[in-house]
């Protein structure tokens, strides 16, 4: 699980190349077609007119979690 509302913890001393670890990727762009052969059994894919966009289909870890147990099983 990722949270990219993380904030940096925050001091008054900085080492001079800290902050060059935290870039990140960019998005890759993906069409349609290659977004539904992407997706798999647990997310779903939010269509709007301006968006394509992948997520889980319960946004809530721990009962996410609970649901792989009980297909594990």
Known sequence: MVNVC????VTNIRASGSDDALR???PKQMSLE??????TDDELLEVTPENLRIR?????HQL????????VK
């Open 64 to 71: 996410r979690a609970k649901e792989q147990k009980k297909t």
């Open 34 to 39: 290659e977004m539904l052969e992407f997706l």
């Open 24 to 26: 990140l990727t960019t």
């Open 6 to 9: 993380k904030k940096k913890h």
């Open 56 to 60: 889980k289909r319960t946004l809530d």
